[in-house]
Antibody, heavy 119, light 110 residues
């Protein structure tokens, strides 16, 4: 069974940093691209970042580029999101999600981790 | 920049009725990368349709997708109470811009 479990969420003041983790199981981790998607309270979905299986390619939403860094450790079946320079508008539930394949459809999602940026 | 506009914002129908949800792109996009998700309250999104018209594993056949170019449609042929959710469309807009989501359509039961 495919499982994605996020951790590392919490409350942080503006300008602070946080690192999210996503532990994966039930599939061949290194062969799949992964994404982070966020959802502000009561709002819609916003894609944040993407990383290929080998980590050769990463890309970011304009809203987080230069502040957030996506990475993965295929030996640990884990995905990460390092978030620096956090702003109030970064407050959201952050989901990790697996890419189905060439269609960029996200077929498995974690339960989400809440990040709150507030003084 | 490609923008996806979903309509209507809210759809209120009776059980058994047909639901038609629209996703319009600001410029022509590839149907290969047009995806639909369902999100129920308090849950993570669930993949429904990919490649504009292919149902994901385990999705009931009352859900179907169609469209091309700038206009895409998700149809629920016979609405059931468990279909109450927000539905999002998503498109891959190329590296480095990645993915973009529509604003969502909320489906309610009368």
């Amino acid at each position: 069974e495919v499982q994605l479990v996020e951790s590392g969420g919490g409350s942080v003041p503006p300008g602070g940093s946080l690192r999210l983790s996503c532990a994966a199981s039930g599939f061949s981790f290194s062969t799949y691209s992964l994404n982070w998607v966020r959802q502000a309270p009561g709002k819609g979905l916003e894609w944040v970042s993407h990383i290929t299986g080998s980590s050769a390619t990463t890309f970011y939403a304009d809203s987080v580029r230069g502040r957030f860094t996506i990475s993965r450790d295929n030996a640990k079946n884990s995905l990460y999101l390092q978030m620096n320079g956090l702003r109030a508008e970064d407050t959201a539930v952050y989901y990790c999600a697996r890419d189905l394949g060439d269609s960029y459809a996200l077929d498995y999602w974690g339960q989400g981790a809440l990040v709150t940026v507030s003084s | 920049e490609i923008v996806l506009t979903q309509s209507p914002g809210t759809l209120s129908l009776s059980p058994g009725e047909r639901a038609t949800l629209s996703c319009r792109a600001s410029q022509s996009v590839s149907s290969t990368y047009l995806v639909w998700y369902q999100q129920k309250p308090g849950q993570a999104p669930r993949l429904l349709i990919y490649g504009a018209s292919s149902r994901a594993t385990g999705i009931p056949d009352r859900f179907s997708g169609s469209g091309s170019g700038t206009d895409f449609t998700l149809t629920i042929s016979r609405l059931e109470p468990e279909d109450v959710a927000v539905y999002y469309c998503q498109q891959y807009v190329g590296s480095p811009r990645g993915l973009t989501f529509g604003g969502g359509t909320k489906v309610e039961i009368k």
